[in-house]
């Protein structure tokens, strides 16, 4: 099973395209914009089933594609409640 983790790097290698070396700890301040961070928020909300408050698109969430995954297993478990 592939963990949401591994999901993210994988999506955001895919739209980067080759050259691009995405880990769990790449800061994604230097590889993504504002306008990828909103592809990004589009693509987790229809992937994992919630809507991201605005509020919570930050660089303590988003800083990493670990970060990130930890933001959505909180929205995710959250939603479930």
């Not at 993504?32 to 928020?41: C, G, Q």
């Not at 992937?47 to 969430?61: K, T, V, W």
């Amino acid at each position: 099973m592939t963990t949401i983790e591994e999901r993210i790097i994988s999506h955001i290698s895919e739209k980067l395209g080759p050259g691009h070396d995405i880990a769990a700890d790449t800061d994604l301040s230097y590889v993504l914009d504002s306008t990828a961070v909103m592809e990004v928020v589009v693509w987790i909300e229809e992937a994992f089933g919630f809507s991201a408050d605005l509020d919570e698109i930050n660089p303590d969430n988003f800083g990493s594609p670990a970060r990130l995954a930890q933001w959505v297993r909180r929205n995710v478990e959250g939603a479930a409640t």
